[in-house]
């Protein structure tokens, strides 16, 4: 039996593309080197605090985003200083006074350390952030800001968790 023109054109067709399919590496190298890029640019973007699992951070509707600074972390037990405990809190709540002498002994050692060179003789220029659960009682916190105040320290920060702007945009409806 012969063999159509159609038939052997298909023939052809089919013997010449029996072969292995091959991956372009090119496009997949362009796509991961702007990726990587991509990356690297964002990065240095990211603040990073401790991380504490079971901490509750308030939320805020502030969208400056924080500078580097030195970091208290109230915890439930502890008070820690760029994560080296300091205090107890059970002791702290039993002291008469506002004053936190471990606090304002670690607080002191970091202002050569982890302050900008700039700040160091600026008291109003020095910053520390304190990170502590939203539940914590109201005279501790009062407590760790005079000592802050006290240490020299003439800016401080509560670490805040984000409100996303659908909350701000049902927050100001409310207003």
Do not use: W
């Not at 805020?60 to 985003?65: F, L």
């Not at 009682?137 to 968790?161: H, N």
């Amino acid at each position: 039996m012969a063999k159509s023109a159609r038939a052997k054109r298909m023939e052809k067709h089919h013997k010449r593309n029996m072969g292995k399919g091959t991956l372009n590496l090119v496009s997949l190298m362009d796509i991961f080197t702007i990726l990587v890029f991509f990356l690297l640019v964002n990065s240095s973007d990211v603040q990073t605090l401790p991380n504490a699992k079971d901490m509750k951070l308030p939320e805020s509707i502030a969208e400056k985003k924080p500078e580097e600074t030195v970091t208290i972390l109230i915890g439930r037990t502890e008070i820690l200083v760029q994560g080296t405990p300091v205090a107890n809190i059970e002791e702290v709540m039993a002291t008469q006074g506002n004053d936190i002498p471990g606090l304002r002994e670690a607080l002191l050692s970091q202002n050569d350390r982890v302050l900008r060179r700039a700040a160091k003789g600026d008291i109003a220029g020095r910053e520390v952030t304190i990170m502590g659960d939203k539940d914590i009682p109201y005279r501790l916190l009062k407590k760790v800001m005079a000592t802050c105040t006290a240490s020299d320290y003439g800016q401080i920060s509560l670490a805040v968790i984000q409100k996303s702007s659908d909350m701000l945009d049902d927050l100001q409806a409310s207003l």
